[in-house]
């Protein structure tokens, strides 16, 4: 069974720049979550969505950040324009339906932001 | 408000020793448990996941138990090895939040 895919794995901008972020959720999964990790964290929610709905976004800094999950798979992760507090690893998880399923996570994307 | 304690930051030990990590959260209302291992630079993989009605799971090497009533999980690693060497995280989801509550972490360690 093949796992959560996300891409790019690393990615290096300059701020105000912006970025975007690409997760496949494994087939079968009607849930996707985004997350923030910051060195030395846990992973700080960001966005979940259930199917192409969403379910909570209530730590998503709107003014600059944006997600969508067209077509209830693929979801994008953007950040417009970039700060230097960005700078972390933002992990893609999915679940087969709702929070209280097992979590399985994608690689992650390191940004680092100059 | 739900937190989750996990201790000790860091630990090493040599090659073999069989260890135990440990996970507490203050409300003991929680729907499940979740342990997850962290390579360095890399994403999270999911170890085990452990039903609020239940008391402990198993995967290989890995036993994980949970006391509701204490608060606390503990995984348990057997004949550790220089791969088991990560960062260890529990997580919890509480009966009415519906986000994963994170620990900071446990890194180990483990020397040939």
């Known amino acids: 069974e093949a796992g959560v895919a996300q891409s790019p794995r690393y990615k290096i901008i300059e701020k105000r720049q912006s970025v975007a972020f690409w997760c496949n959720p494994i087939?079968?999964?009607?849930?996707l979550y985004w997350y923030q990790q910051i060195l030395g964290q846990g992973p700080k929610l960001l966005i979940q969505?259930?199917?192409?709905?969403?379910?909570?976004d209530s730590q998503l800094p709107k003014d600059r950040f944006s997600a969508e999950r067209l077509k209830g798979v693929d979801s994008t992760l953007k950040i417009q324009p970039a700060k230097l507090e960005d700078s972390a690893v933002y992990l893609c998880?999915?679940?087969?339906?709702?929070?209280?399923?097992?979590?399985?996570f994608g690689p992650g994307t390191r940004l680092t932001v100059l | 408000k739900q937190e989750v304690t996990q201790i000790p930051a860091a630990l090493s030990v040599p090659e073999g020793e069989n260890l135990v990590l440990n996970c507490s959260f203050t409300?003991?209302?929680?729907?499940?448990l979740q342990w997850f291992r962290q390579d360095p630079g890399k994403g999270l993989t999911s170890l085990l996941l452990?039903?609020?009605s239940q008391r402990e799971q198993t995967s290989g090497r890995l036993n994980a138990s949970l006391d509701k009533s204490s608060g606390r999980s503990t995984l348990y690693i057997a004949a550790s090895q220089p791969g088991d060497s990560a960062t260890y995280l529990c997580?919890?989801?509480?009966?009415?939040?519906?986000?994963?509550?994170w620990g900071l972490g446990t890194s180990l360690a483990v020397n040939p």
């Open positions: 452990i039903q609020s």
């Open positions: 998880a999915s679940s087969l339906q709702g929070t209280y399923n097992e979590q399985f």
């Open positions: 409300d003991s209302a929680i729907y499940n």
């Open positions: 087939s079968g999964h009607a849930t």
């Open positions: 997580a919890v989801i509480a009966g009415n939040n519906r986000k994963l509550i």
């Open positions: 969505f259930q199917n192409n709905g969403v379910v909570d």
